[in-house]
């Protein structure tokens, strides 16, 4: 059901995902740090769960959908999982992949010593994400964790649920005794095709903070802004022409 192809084993008290999901605000995060940093795989995870489907290249060349591994030099070393996909979560879908996927990821986890678990993800807040801008939401697996994330400059999520990974594997690594909090981005479901690059800053802004590394995002910042005008433009209808009121001549000559 799992075959992990391991090129290197590491080590580390943090893991850090960043899979497709809402927004793909984790997604775009995790693949930003691995295109900055230079990241090379550590190990590559196929799964009969993952869609019955395969990725074609620009090349025309096919390939397995995979997770993959990366290991990050920070003050706080972490281990990074980001991928093509995770667990289907379709309406009318078994849920039993997504529990069978997060149990496995705990227990990758604690063999390699992890004690803390963040998930990056989105959150939706709808149309206000054009009006308002985007920012960050988390909720933890306990008060310490939760009171540093909001000394970070996260908002606190007062009630509702986390779907997916970012919100299970959370609750399977707090059965166990480790800690960890999910860090949204606040995006619109409109930004899901495109991914929302804004929201992905605004995440590794915390998530910077939180285990000690530097990063530039001023490039996800100019992307944000390019993918909103194309939203923006998509959302907007277009000002509908305004009836005209025919002139009334002053004076009117009548020719029989």
Same mark, same amino acid.
């Given at each position: 059901?799992?075959?992990?192809?391991?090129?290197?084993?590491?080590?580390? @008290?943090?893991?850090?995902?960043?899979?497709?999901?809402?927004? %793909?605000?984790?997604?775009? +995060?995790?693949?930003?740090?691995?295109?900055?940093?230079?990241?090379? *795989?550590?190990?590559?995870?196929? &799964?009969?769960?993952?869609?019955?489907?395969? #990725?074609?290249?620009?090349?025309?060349?096919?390939?397995?959908?995979?997770?993959?591994?990366?290991?990050? /030099?920070?003050?706080? *070393?972490?281990?990074?999982?980001?991928?093509?996909?995770?667990? &289907?979560?379709?309406?009318? =879908?078994? *849920?039993?992949?997504?529990? %069978?996927?997060? /149990?496995?990821?705990?227990?990758?986890?604690?063999?390699?010593?992890?004690?803390?678990?963040?998930?990056?993800?989105?959150? $939706?807040?709808?149309?206000?994400?054009?009006?308002?801008?985007?920012?960050?939401?988390? #909720?933890? =697996?306990?008060?310490?964790?939760?009171?540093?994330?909001? &000394?970070?400059?996260?908002?606190? $999520?007062?009630?509702?649920?986390?779907?997916?990974? +970012?919100? !299970? !594997? !959370?609750?399977?690594?707090?059965?166990?005794?480790?800690?960890?909090?999910?860090?949204?981005?606040?995006?619109?479901?409109?930004?899901?095709?495109?991914?929302? *690059?804004?929201? #992905?800053?605004?995440?590794?802004?915390?998530?910077?903070?939180?285990?000690?590394?530097?990063?530039?995002?001023?490039?996800?910042?100019?992307?944000?802004? @390019?993918?909103?005008?194309?939203?923006?433009?998509?959302?907007?209808?277009?000002?509908?022409?305004?009836?005209?009121?025919?002139?009334?001549?002053?004076?009117?000559?009548?020719?029989?």
């Amino acid at each position: 059901m799992f075959r992990l192809k391991e090129r290197k084993r590491v080590e580390a @008290e943090v893991l850090v995902t960043g899979l497709p999901g809402f927004g %793909r605000v984790g997604h775009v +995060a995790a693949n930003y740090l691995v295109e900055k940093f230079g990241l090379e *795989p550590v190990a590559v995870l196929h &799964s009969h769960l993952f869609p019955h489907l395969v #990725a074609v290249d620009e090349k025309g060349l096919v390939r397995m959908l995979n997770n993959t591994f990366y290991y990050v /030099e920070a003050e706080r *070393p972490f281990i990074l999982v980001t991928g093509d996909v995770q667990p &289907s979560i379709a309406p009318n =879908t078994t *849920p039993e992949p997504q529990h %069978r996927y997060a /149990e496995f990821m705990l227990g990758y986890a604690m063999d390699r010593g992890v004690k803390e678990i963040y998930t990056m993800a989105g959150i $939706d807040i709808g149309p206000n994400r054009f009006t308002q801008g985007t920012g960050v939401v988390c #909720a933890a =697996t306990d008060e310490e964790i939760l009171e540093r994330l909001v &000394s970070l400059g996260c908002e606190v $999520d007062r009630g509702g649920s986390i779907s997916g990974i +970012a919100g !299970l !594997l !959370l609750g399977y690594a707090k059965e166990e005794g480790l800690k960890g909090a999910c860090i949204m981005g606040k995006t619109s479901g409109q930004m899901t095709a495109h991914g929302d *690059p804004g929201a #992905a800053a605004e995440v590794l802004k915390v998530m910077s903070k939180l285990l000690g590394f530097e990063i530039d995002v001023k490039e996800l910042e100019e992307a944000s802004k @390019e993918i909103e005008k194309v939203v923006r433009s998509v959302l907007t209808p277009p000002p509908q022409p305004q009836p005209q009121k025919a002139e009334r001549p002053e004076k009117l000559d009548y020719i029989i």
